[in-house]
Nanobody
């Protein structure tokens, strides 16, 4: 059965960095656009970053632009989210997701993605 598994979350201090990974089994991520989303307690899931199936195009939420970088290694069937200069407001469960269609461009929309991981917790303290 296909699945996405996020890893790399943890508890860090403001200003620190983390790199999240999203590894797939049973699905070749190289054909799909990928996105990272996050959900803080009591809030709706929100878009963080996305990357096209080729890796040539990336989108970022304004709140993370300049601090976070999404990338992919199709040979490893893995997508990454490098998070620098972390802030307490970045605290959330982070999810990766794969687009419903192959050969796709990135999208900000949750409904564009049909395959989700279980999430990894990121906590940023002052």
């Amino acid at each position: 059965q296909s699945q996405l598994v996020e890893s790399g979350g943890g508890l860090v201090q403001a200003g620190d960095s983390l790199r999240l990974s999203c590894a797939a089994s049973g699905r070749s991520l190289g054909y799909y656009a990928m996105g990272w989303f996050r959900q803080a307690p009591g809030k709706e899931r929100e878009f963080v970053a996305a990357i096209s199936w080729t890796g040539a195009k990336t989108y970022y939420a304004d709140s993370v632009k300049g601090r976070f970088t999404i990338s992919r290694d199709n040979a490893k069937n893995t997508v990454y989210l490098q998070m620098n200069s972390l802030k307490p407001q970045d605290t959330a469960v982070y999810y990766c997701a794969s687009s419903a269609s192959r050969y796709s461009e990135p999208s900000y929309s949750l409904t564009y993605y049909d395959y989700w991981g279980q999430g990894t917790q990121v906590t940023v303290s002052l």
